[in-house]
């Protein structure tokens, strides 16, 4: 990949419908008329089905989502409900509060520095972790203070973005679009209290605030102090359900008494990158490693998911994409740019022509091998 070439004529606002393409030359024709027609296997795959989004965790990879979505925007695929976890929730909860793409993309290149997020001093985690562990034994502070990074430079980011584009923080049930966000509920502080996946959806806790919604799947163990709603504490999503296949399928079965004909298409946009390992910059970031690792064990629980729930005979079918083809480490915000144009160019590759199903395939191949129904 040519990393220090010029992108800057790329921009989502003009992929493809004013259109435009690479270099910035416009898209007529028989050009256009090419560009449309190599989604046509996709478009008739899941023309008579529900169509639900569901967005991966992925740390400061989080960008790759909104060139992705680009593509299922200029698709005008009809998007039931949106499933998100951890870096998916963040992008999936704006989207579907009407958040549009450009905006999102406008939105993350505009961070300038870690510190905008995270807070002073974010590119040194371990100088914080020292920080935090002696004002942990000076003044004990509760646990919504605990972590590498507190919670109040991300919330308030968070809020600000969603007042500065809607003039106020929804709550989910006043969505455009339906929207569920994955955690881990630890309970109350109660060594006996009950632990278990718990989603915040427009459906069962239409009350939830947006913001909570997002904050809880994205507090990752030890990085960030648990979230806190109603009572009870949250931690990251990717603990438990790193790509939600497996709760977009179980929704379904529940409502089939209402789409007695209707099929399910979930659009699983995965941004773990198979096979890679940890570059020597992950494994001297503590949060880069917690992050890696996360995305590692959320891989095998997403393979058993997606063995579980693949099914198109049935009325369930899986498309896996993977958009992203690089990590963005903490300290990386300046790749941002070309990991948004690289997930838009692979959304594209791998959605177009009628292939369209193979990453879907190849994990199927890999979650029987792990299961031990067939043979390598």
């Known amino acids: 990949m040519e990393t220090n070439s010029d992108i800057s004529w790329f921009s989502l606002a003009r992929q493809p419908q004013e259109p435009f393409a690479r270099g910035g030359k416009t898209l007529v024709g028989i050009d256009l008329d090419r560009w449309q027609r190599q989604f046509r296997p996709f478009l008739k795959h899941v023309r008579r089905r529900e169509v639900v989004l569901v967005l ?5 990879n989080l960008s790759c989502h909104i060139g992705a979505l680009k593509v299922f925007e200029l698709l005008e695929l009809p998007v039931s409900h949106i499933y998100g976890t951890s870096a998916g929730a963040v992008v999936g909860g704006m989207y579907a509060a ?26 040194h985690p371990r100088l914080r972790l020292v920080t935090n562990e002696l004002r942990r034994k000076l003044l004990r502070i509760p646990p919504e203070r605990s972590g590498i990074y507190s919670r109040t430079q991300i919330d308030r980011y968070v809020s600000g973005v969603l007042m500065k584009h809607l003039g106020r923080i929804p709550t989910l049930g006043q969505l455009e679009t339906g929207f569920s966000s994955i955690t881990l509920d630890v309970g109350t502080g109660d060594e006996d209290d009950r632990v278990s996946k718990r ?16 904050g809880a799947s994205m507090a990752i163990p030890g990085v960030f102090p ?9 931690l990251d999503g990717s603990v438990v359900e790193h790509l939600a296949i497996g709760t977009a399928y179980d929704d379904w079965r529940r409502r089939r008494g209402l789409f007695r004909r209707r099929g399910l298409a979930i659009i699983a946009v995965d941004l773990a990158q198979p096979g890679r390992a940890p570059s020597r910059s992950k494994l001297a970031q503590p949060v880069d490693l917690v992050l890696y690792a996360q995305t590692f064990r959320g ?9 579980r729930c693949h099914r198109p005979r049935r009325g369930c079918s899986v498309i896996l994409v993977r958009p992203s083809a ?4 903490l300290h990386e915000i300046e790749k941002t740019p070309r990991a948004i144009l690289t997930a838009y160019e692979r959304t594209v590759e791998q959605l177009s022509g009628s292939g369209f199903l193979d990453g879907t395939m190849e994990d199927l191949k890999q979650a029987r091998i792990e299961l031990g129904i067939r043979r390598p």
């Open 56 to 60: 991966s965790g992925g740390g400061m």
């Open 98 to 123: 009407g958040i549009s793409t450009t905006e999102l993309e406008r939105m993350m290149l505009d961070i300038q520095s870690p510190d905008e997020l995270f807070g002073f001093a974010a590119r």
């Open 199 to 214: 989603v915040f959806s427009s459906h069962s806790s239409p009350e939830t605030s947006l913001s909570d919604a997002i």
């Open 226 to 234: 648990p979230k806190r709603i109603d009572g009870r504490y949250h």
């Open 299 to 307: 891989r095998t629980i997403m393979r058993h998911s997606l063995f």
């Open 326 to 329: 690089f990590g963005i480490d």
